[in-house]
């Protein structure tokens, strides 16, 4: 069976971040977070081909214990042969045989998949819906769920744009957490009325969104803070408002699940974008104090967050934020409740 690009990149995340997404119980699979110190094999002295480049890692892998090795060996070939799948590749280039040069690439990327690197770090680049975003460690790589997060915040706002009167009513968005820039830079592509403010307590994160906005060509529209909004709300609420959204994936693990996550994840990307607090809800309850002083008249919070949480937060924002209504739960394509939405209202 062909493994589509889409396919292979849900497996590929199935491992990654949120209850019930294979992370384990508190002894979990993965416990031990060593460093894997697995020597490569040399670089071929003869020529070789892509498809017996790809068959020799993918054995290698597999004995190594590297997960989806198949997968992994076709992506990192097929990346330097400048395509994004292994099937997309026409048979002929398959069977050629590699440049000296090309081959020992091959080998580096390998080594470093040999060694637990993610592979959207060994390859330094992912896709996000219809952008190709640049990826670098520690700075939190997305999923696909946060990709149906997107969908949801942009059928809103394309809403409100045939609603309101004129076309060329300006929409105004806050990301918290923007990472790698993927949700800013997706709303603003696909919405072409939308200004946006993105946020990051992470140096390596802001910088990331800035070199992705550049690339893009979105960066007139996209202004990006380092400012962490636990520490300094004054200073969100100065730059980052009113906005019509507020939109966020932010660290929504419990922190006893940290332990469970997969060794390359617990490895290579920043802690602070995965842990949140003993409930998973401590960046969470931050952002809904601040979203009524933030939103404008009946913007909305659009949040992805862990199965467990949307009870939790409608309780907790009954109790604590009066100006905001619960509005839904979304689930997500496995049908996990993943994405609360609330709404201000006074």
């Known amino acids: 069976m062909v493994l589509t690009l889409t396919m292979w990149r ?51 892998f597999q004995e190594k214990g590297v997960t989806e090795p198949e997968q992994s060996s076709q992506y990192i070939v097929a990346h330097l042969l400048g395509a994004k799948t292994i099937e997309s590749l026409e048979a002929e280039r398959l069977t050629e045989f590699l440049s000296r040069e090309k081959t020992e690439q091959v080998w580096k990327l390998c080594t470093r998949r040999l060694s637990g690197m993610p592979v959207q770090y060994v390859i330094e680049e992912w896709d996000f819906r219809d952008l190709t975003l640049k990826m670098r460690p520690p700075v939190f790589i997305p999923r696909p769920e946060t990709e149906e997060l997107v969908e949801l915040v942009l059928a809103d706002l394309q809403m409100k744009t045939e609603t309101q009167a004129g076309a060329d009513t300006e929409l105004t968005c806050l990301e918290v957490g923007c990472g790698s ?97 003993k409930d998973g809800l401590k960046v969470i309850k931050q ?43 979304r689930h997500d394509i496995t049908g996990r409740p993943r994405f609360c939405i609330l709404q201000k209202e006074k």
């Open 181 to 277: 820039g993927a949700i800013s830079l997706s709303l603003l592509k696909s919405l072409h009325q939308l200004k946006a403010f993105a946020l990051d307590r992470s140096q390596d994160a802001v910088a990331l969104t800035t070199e992705n906005a550049l690339r893009l060509r979105l960066q007139d529209r996209l202004q990006i803070y380092h400012i962490d909004v636990m520490r300094d709300a004054e200073t969100v609420l100065s730059h980052c408002s009113p906005v019509s959204a507020l939109v966020s994936n932010p660290p929504y693990l419990f922190s006893e699940d940290m332990t469970a996550l997969e060794p390359e994840i617990f490895r290579f990307e920043d802690h602070a974008a995965l842990d949140g607090g």
């Open 10 to 60: 849900r497996s590929l995340c199935a491992s990654f971040r949120g209850f019930g997404c294979r992370i384990g119980g508190p002894k979990g699979i993965w416990i031990s977070h060593a460093v894997r110190t697995c020597s490569a094999p040399a670089v071929p002295a003869g020529r070789i081909t892509a498809l017996q480049a790809v068959n020799l890692w993918k054995r290698y």
């Open 287 to 329: 952002i809904l104090m601040l979203a009524p002083q933030i939103l404008s008249h009946h913007g909305r919070v659009y949040l992805e967050v862990d199965p467990r949480h949307p009870p939790l937060i409608q309780q907790w924002v009954e109790v604590n934020v009066e100006e905001l209504q619960y509005i839904e739960t």
